[in-house]
């Protein structure tokens, strides 16, 4: 019996660093797979086609089990992965013209602006002054961030707030739609990562990286085939595959507090990675306003994360939805404890 609560330990050990090195390293792996190959399109494609086929085959092999695919639920979830799709797009975009710690800071942005949505459109009640205190706090950080940010350009920043926009808007439609759908984890990993790959093609031509990718295949024909960058792809591809897997096993086996709390730590873990390897970060002073403006989220976590008590009752629609700020998945049947 001790064996067996031995053993229990050791799995949710592994299980939660395996989730925090995997959130904690991808966007620095993704800012990395982004500046050898620079084609964001065909990247995020890349990424779904991998996830995709990971369920698919881990499914058959009996290792996990998904929703079947059918053409009628595809139809339903089509509107969700459109907006995941663009959240992911722009995500990636943004890493491209600018760091990873610019990507932080509009990340800690979306409670704010998530708050407001929730407020307006969904009738949730207003933020506890506490609640307002730490958005405040998020909010001002970012606002530093921004005006001491030397590598600001109009790309990057047009970028950053065009991912705030989607993927306030992926959080909450997600939050409001999907739980509706009755899939189970990976049934909604399968649906978003297949859909969002059939999406992907159309993007590709409009934005015209079909042509960036074809005339570079021809400019270096029989000579194409880079090291550095299919060691980057493939990297990026396997931990967003993982940190799925991560992510749901960490959060079956901690409570939702843990688990948030540990999302809070990754990000600090991210920035130190981010400092320590190259020279893609912010200045000092930009630094120090990022922190701030992730203690502001370490706040706005706590103010929200109610503790539960059991019920023998169904619970309520809206607490049946998570989602996973980490790797912008939403959770169905799991406490909604944070945004």
């Not at 978003?192 to 999406?199: R, Y």
């Not at 600090?268 to 922190?291: E, Q, R």
Request: hydrophobic share 50%; proline share 4%.
């Amino acid at each position: 019996m001790a064996s067996s609560r031995l053993d229990s330990t050791y799995t949710t050990t592994s299980l939660v660093i395996g989730y925090a090195l995997c959130s904690s390293l991808l966007a620095v792996i993704n800012k990395f797979a982004i500046t050898w190959f620079n084609y964001p399109g065909l990247l995020t494609a890349l990424q779904y086609l991998t996830s995709s086929l990971g369920v698919y085959i881990l499914g058959k092999l009996g290792f996990l089990h998904h929703d079947p695919f059918t053409w009628e639920t595809a139809k339903k979830f089509l509107p969700a992965a459109i907006v995941f799709y663009l959240a992911i797009f722009t995500n990636t975009n943004l890493l491209r013209h600018a760091n990873v710690d610019t990507f932080i800071v509009f990340r800690s942005l979306t409670p704010l602006l998530v708050a407001i949505a929730d407020t307006v459109f969904r009738g949730e009640p207003r933020p506890s002054r506490l609640t307002f205190l730490t958005l405040l706090i998020i909010l001002l950080g970012a606002v530093g961030y921004v005006a001491t940010d030397s590598a600001f350009t109009l790309t990057a920043y047009s970028w950053a707030l065009a991912y705030l926009v989607t993927i306030t808007t992926e959080m909450v439609y997600i939050k409001h739609m999907v739980s509706n759908l009755g899939l189970n984890t990976w049934g909604y990993v399968l649906y978003n990562n297949l859909l969002s790959l059939m999406i992907a093609p159309i993007f590709w031509f409009l934005t015209g990286e079909h042509s960036e990718v074809f005339a570079s295949v021809n400019d270096n024909w029989g000579n194409w085939f880079e090291p550095v960058a299919f060691f980057a792809v493939a990297l990026s591809c396997l931990f967003g595959f993982l940190i799925s897997f991560f992510g749901f096993a960490a959060r079956q086996a901690i409570s939702a507090t843990a688990f948030t709390v540990t999302g809070v730590v990754n990000k600090f873990l991210t920035v130190v990675i981010n400092v320590l390897i190259w020279d893609k970060h912010a200045t000092p002073v930009g630094l120090v306003c990022l922190l701030v403006t992730i203690c502001g989220g370490v706040g706005y976590q706590q103010s929200v994360t109610v503790a539960k008590k059991p019920t023998n009752g169904p619970l309520p629609s809206s607490n049946i939805d998570k989602v996973d700020e980490e790797s912008m998945e939403l959770i169905p049947g799991k406490l909604a404890t944070s945004v």
